[in-house]
């Protein structure tokens, strides 16, 4: 299964973008930037979905 990194700090964008995605991805999600590096290192993700604008 292709595996997804969602970045973004708000809570509630992340809940419903890997609600939509959960039956076909496995979806790992990171509320910062230095959570998405972490992820990114161990997590190995196909493809990664950030927020452009972040604390």
Do not use: C, H, Y
């Amino acid at each position: 299964m292709k595996k997804i990194l969602v970045v973004d700090d708000e809570p509630e964008i992340r809940a419903a973008i890997k609600e939509v995605l959960k039956e076909q991805f496995s979806v790992v999600t990171a509320n910062d930037g230095d959570m998405a590096l972490e992820a990114v290192r161990q997590e190995k993700p196909d493809l990664i979905l950030t927020d452009v604008l972040m604390p």
